[in-house]
C-alpha cells in the first residue's frame, strides 16, 4: 500500500511539473518592433534613413546615386551595392502620359499578384506590395508601387528593398514606407495628394 502511494505521489509531481510554464512567463511579451515612422534626415529624398534601417537591418554607411529629373528618376543607396535601397519617381507630363502610367501600374499589378502581392489602402492611391523571391531583374524582392495624384498629376512611385528584417511585417513595413514617400513627395513637389 505504501508502494503504491508513494508511485501515485511521484506521478502527481510528474504530472504538475510537465504543467507548470517554461521559464517565459505568460505575462512576458516579447519586446514591440520600433515602427516604420517618418523622421529626418532622408535618404533618396523621400525615404527617412531611421525608418529604411530598422525596416531592412541595413548598418552600412548610406551614400546615395540619383539619375533622371525631378519629374522622372531614380535614386539608389548606397550606391555601390547591388543589395540597395531603390527608388523610383514618375510624374504624368511631356513624355509621361497618364496612359503609360496606367500601363505602368497594371504591369506591376500582374507581377505582384503573381507573387502572391497585397493591394494597398485606397488613400495610397492604387497600389500593391510584394515579396518577390527569385525577383527577374534584380535582387530586391521586397516591392511596393502606387500611382496616386498629387495636384493635378497622376505620380508613380516605385520602392525596392533587399531584405526586410526577420521578425518584422514586410507588406506592414513597405505600406509605411510608401505613406511616407508619398507625403515627403507632397511636400518636395508643393503638391497635395489626392488619391480619389
Not at 505504501?2 to 504543467?19: D, H, K, P
Not at 502620359?97 to 502572391?116: A, Q
Request: hydrophobic share 35%.
Amino acid at each position: 500500500m505504501r508502494t503504491a502511494f508513494i508511485v501515485a505521489l511521484a506521478t502527481l509531481a510528474l504530472l504538475a511539473g510537465a504543467c507548470t510554464p517554461e521559464t517565459n512567463d505568460a505575462s512576458e511579451s516579447s519586446p514591440a518592433l520600433e515602427p516604420v515612422i517618418d523622421s529626418s534626415p532622408y535618404i533618396c529624398m523621400l525615404i527617412p534613413e531611421h525608418a529604411f534601417r530598422i525596416a531592412s537591418d541595413f548598418a552600412e554607411p548610406l551614400v546615395e546615386r540619383t539619375s533622371g529629373n525631378e519629374r522622372n528618376g531614380n535614386c539608389r543607396a548606397p550606391d555601390s551595392d547591388a543589395q540597395a535601397l531603390d527608388v523610383w519617381w514618375m510624374k504624368e507630363g511631356p513624355g509621361m502620359p497618364s496612359e503609360h502610367l496606367d500601363f505602368l501600374m497594371n504591369d506591376r499589378r500582374k507581377v505582384y499578384s503573381r507573387y502572391g502581392g497585397v493591394a494597398l489602402s485606397t488613400d495610397l492611391g492604387d497600389g500593391m506590395a510584394a515579396y518577390m523571391p527569385d525577383p527577374p531583374i534584380n535582387d530586391q524582392p521586397y516591392r511596393v508601387s502606387a500611382k496616386f495624384r498629387c495636384g493635378d498629376k497622376q505620380r508613380l512611385i516605385d520602392i525596392s528593398l533587399p531584405k526586410i528584417t526577420k521578425g518584422r511585417d514586410a507588406m506592414k513595413d513597405l505600406t509605411d514606407l510608401m505613406r511616407i514617400a508619398q507625403n515627403r513627395y507632397a511636400e518636395i513637389h508643393n503638391c497635395e495628394l489626392n488619391t480619389k
